[in-house]
């Protein structure tokens, strides 16, 4: 029917069950089933083997007793007057039924294959009956079916003969299956009985076991619970089993990371507040002297406008001083985090350092224009890198912005992309005041700004060198700070490996 649901596939169905993705669901739970679960096939296995092996025992006691009453009827089979004669009384079929607890039918056939005594229309032996292998006497061993029930019958031929004449005569005595079957009941409801029996004391262990096993893990779920959010301690891996003690280890480690993010950004907001807390006020205090200057009685038209315009100059600086401020801020943690944009983790991609950097020298020229710096690039060959194109381009951009920002009027800013021994280089090199040897280690750090470039230029963030340190760490590079050519200037080079 087209109503009717799609059947998955026994494979598909274990796949979504027990694949990568499946829910897990209970601990507990999947382990009782998959200990309980075989130990319940192997019992109903083992359960089956032994009913079996007892209906071979009994089916083997059974054809013993068969083949006791077909004997001692054979022992009275004889000859007389040359005739095959059967002397049954009818105490010796009593004792046979009663032995039993069945019924017994017999028949005796004589050496030319005539009904001696007995049932004459006992089921004949078939012909690809093979002979017993168990007793030394010819018997055979076969079911059938005689007025309506099934009967199991052994066939013995028997030697007889006198001084006229000797042959084989053939006994057949056969029983009814009802104690056989009353017996197979009976090992069946035994061993089911004694089965189920083993399989509860063995549920219990099991669920016993599995709880004991897991007490563990509960106190290791009641220790982190139970955690102080200010407790940076780590947690006891002596608490769980050997083979749960990575899984401790891997969490006291992550728990560490974290703890150092939080106690980082932390740092961060709070550097971020202060340094935008001084432009802010600055904002507020030129606003101030705006209206001042515009309350002020008796004021000469001219003058005011004139101060009212340098005033809105002095607003705009310090508004672009900010913006770029708060823009370094939300690069910078945007790069802590790894991220785009957006905030999702970018993927890394070959990216060619040599069209970045021209994109960059171009996005530059008017800035290099206006205090008549020479800017060039050499880039000989693409040098690809393994990266992220927006990041790259954040550095090489404030790299370049800084060398401009600190070259003298007049000076020059080179920009080189070239393959060397250790990976592919980035290098910039500008003519300016440079920075001292004791703190090129400290300007990498946020907000931290060497005392020549704070004497040439105070307005900085101080954060172009930290973002630049961050974008070469996440992908994994190296950069140094040394004199330019000739001892005067810097030269930062950014080492990335090769891909």
Not at 72 to 78: D, G, I
Not at 280 to 308: F, G, I, S, W
Request: aromatic content about 4%; proline content about 5%.
């Amino acid at each position: 029917m087209n109503g009717a649901p799609r059947r998955l596939p026994l494979l598909e169905r274990l796949a979504r069950r027990f694949g990568p993705g499946a829910p897990l669901g209970s601990l507990r739970g999947q382990l009782l089933r998959w200990l309980l679960g075989p130990l319940l096939v192997l019992v109903a296995l083992n359960t089956i083997s032994v009913y079996r092996n007892a209906l071979d025992a009994a089916d083997v006691a059974y054809d013993r007793s068969l083949l006791a009453s077909t004997r001692a009827l054979a022992e009275r089979v004889s000859i007389v007057d040359g005739k095959v004669v059967a002397d049954v009384p009818y105490v010796a079929l009593d004792s046979f039924e009663t032995d039993t607890l069945g019924r017994i039918y017999y028949k005796v056939t004589g050496i030319k294959g005539e009904t001696v005594s007995g049932y004459a229309d006992l089921p004949p032996v078939p012909a690809n009956v093979p002979r017993s292998e168990a007793y030394p006497a010819l018997v055979r061993f076969y079911h059938a079916n005689y007025n309506g029930q099934p009967v199991r019958i052994a066939a013995l031929l028997q030697p007889v003969y006198d001084d006229s004449m000797r042959g084989i005569a053939l006994i057949q005595v056969g029983e009814t299956l009802e104690a056989r079957r009353g017996l197979s009941n009976q090992i069946l409801f035994d061993t089911l009985a004694w089965q189920a029996l083993l399989l509860l004391a063995l549920a219990l262990l099991v669920w016993f076991a599995v709880r004991l096993v897991l007490q563990p893990l509960m106190r290791l779920k009641i220790a982190v619970e139970t955690r102080k959010l200010n407790d940076s301690s780590d947690v006891d891996p002596t608490l769980v089993h050997k083979e749960v003690r990575p899984l401790v280890a891997a969490m006291n480690s992550s728990r560490s990371r974290l703890q150092i993010l939080i106690s980082s950004q932390r740092r961060f907001i709070a550097d971020a507040s202060h340094q935008l807390r001084t432009p802010l006020t600055v904002l507020k205090t030129q606003a101030e002297l705006a209206l001042r200057e515009c309350d002020r009685p008796n004021a000469d038209p001219q003058a005011t406008r004139a101060a009212l315009r340098e005033i809105v100059h002095s607003i705009a600086a310090t508004t672009d001083s900010t913006v770029n401020l708060a823009n370094r801020l939300l690069t910078l943690a945007r790069i802590e985090h790894g991220g785009d944009a957006d905030g999702a983790a970018a993927q890394s991609e070959p990216a060619s350092l040599r069209d970045i950097a021209r994109q960059v020298g171009l996005e530059m020229a008017m800035a290099a224009v206006s205090k008549q710096i020479d800017l060039s690039l050499e880039a000989d060959s693409e040098c690809v890198v393994q990266g992220q194109a927006l990041l790259l381009h954040e550095l090489i951009a404030n790299l370049v912005d800084n060398a401009l920002r600190y070259t003298p009027q007049g000076g020059t800013v080179t920009l080189r992309v070239r393959p060397g021994a250790g990976g592919v280089l980035l290098e910039v090199e500008d003519s300016g005041h440079g920075i001292a040897a004791a703190e090129r280690e400290r300007v990498f750090a946020p907000f931290y700004r060497a005392a020549a470039t704070l004497e040439r230029n105070p307005g900085g963030a101080g954060l172009g060198l930290a973002i630049v340190r961050d974008i070469a760490t996440l992908h994994g590079a190296s950069i140094t700070l040394d004199e330019a050519a000739g001892g005067q200037g810097l030269k930062v080079t950014v080492t990335f490996p090769h891909t």
